[in-house]
């Protein structure tokens, strides 16, 4: 398949062949032919070809996506033969002149001149640079933009201050996707009755390293009425955003990251689709609250969150997926964060697929020892993924876990590598004997889990060695699971580093075990 760079290659190279043969019949395609074909070539390679004839001015006048990410990046198509013997037949000066604007001041310079030759009705379509400038300096690249009717704004800039939002691209008619982000120290939104009355046309919105310390009325700003076509919403490193309220009718895609001072999230959309937060909320503050209403969300990443002390997750009936990891010190856990877990969990009862990381499995432990406290079922579960130490006390919550999914049939077990070197090693006694701690357990939940066990179907262990907890499981699903069709075990890598004669001991035990209770079939890795 050809690469995108051989693509820029051969595509300069006929470009220039059909100006060396004197027939140059790529300039009687159709604009938007051109336009298209030069699509695939970095801006710098599309603003050179500019000197070949009027008609190629012209098409770089014109050309509406104008990606300056890759201006201080060497192109490899410039070292095509057709290239560099067209420009010996430029003026040295011109070439020169073009080559220092597009390097001074990171590119800025260049990105003034293409807006300022630019024709007329020529729109934009994308508008992309990475820069650093002023404020002044960036309110009067975007205010240029707006002119040519961009459809796709994607800037990222640093700046000497703090600044305020450039507020010519809040009353754009033609802006659909807008991505502003900004290296330290930020920028600040005008007041609400400002944003609301604009980005009546936006479909994507991208913040990123938003300040908002002492503007309560924006956290309210995510609504039908300020935004009726949203469909997609990311908000990255908010500073002083303590509550946030979104309830975007048509709101499709929600990525919320690094907001660590948020309190109270409320989501309410009623066609949301996807739903990402990660590392947020004030681990300091009491009365933390997340509430999300969302009939048509199909997946939830909930990553590396601080537990809040309510959770209120309401009529999630077309969850497909869900990944969920909390940041807590264990020590710190008390009863109401606790119940703020089960709650949580509790609301994603509807999800075919889940996986857990290992701080939720840790916790799952915890919480299997609170007294009135217990999952709600999973009965549409298909696919469940633990991350694990697993250790003897993580045993009580995994069996929770497995009584509440009743139809699943894929069981996967990530156990972590460092804390292999602290779990108990492998004895052959285990494979013979039904009197260790851990196997009389398993036993008592036969019946609890009779469910599960009649339905799964494949499992597979991941950081698999031979202690009692690895053992004791693998032979209580072997011997229990009634239609077990495949069993997966990959060693772990502290244990492949032993002798293998000792390995294949292992395997030998585990194989006549199986041959004994059922006919899964058992894969080494």
Known sequence: METRSVKKKRLLDEIYASFSCGEDRISDLPD????????FLPIKSIAKLSVLSKRWKHMWHTFPDLDFTTINVPSTSTSSSGYNNSISKVSSNVYKKFHA?????GGADFIDQVLSFREKNSGIRVLRFRANLSFSHLNALIRGAVKHNVQELDVEVATNDYFNFPRS???????????????????RLPPSSIMKNGFKNLFSLSLSCLIMYEQPSLHDLFTETSFPLLKKLSLDGCTGLTYLHVSCRVLEDLILENCFQLENLDITCSKLEKLSVNSCFDSYSSGTEVKIVGPRLKSIVWSNNTITDQSCLENLTCLIEAFVGFFVLLEDLGAMKLRSVNDFLSGLSHSHSLVLENQSVEILSKNNHLAGISLRPFSKLRSLELHTGFHKHNIPGLAN??????????LILKITNEHNIQRRKWNRDLWQLSNSGEERFWESQSNAMNSFLQ???VVKIHGFSECESDVSLVKFLLKH????????????ELSKSRDSLHREKIKSQIMGFSKASCNAKIVFK
Not at 169 to 187: C, E, M, T
Not at 404 to 409: E, L, V
Not at 481 to 492: I, N, S, T
């Open 32 to 39: 938007a032919v051109i336009h298209q074909i030069l699509f």
């Open 101 to 105: 604007n597009c390097t001074s001041a």
């Open 169 to 187: 691209a809040i009353n754009s008619d033609s802006l659909r996707v807008f991505k502003l982000k900004s290296k330290y120290p930020g920028f």
């Open 401 to 410: 876990l497995f009584r509440s999914s009743p139809a699943t049939n894929t």
């Open 455 to 457: 339905h799964l179907k």
């Open 481 to 492: 699971g009634k239609v077990l069709q495949e069993m997966f075990l990959c060693v772990a």
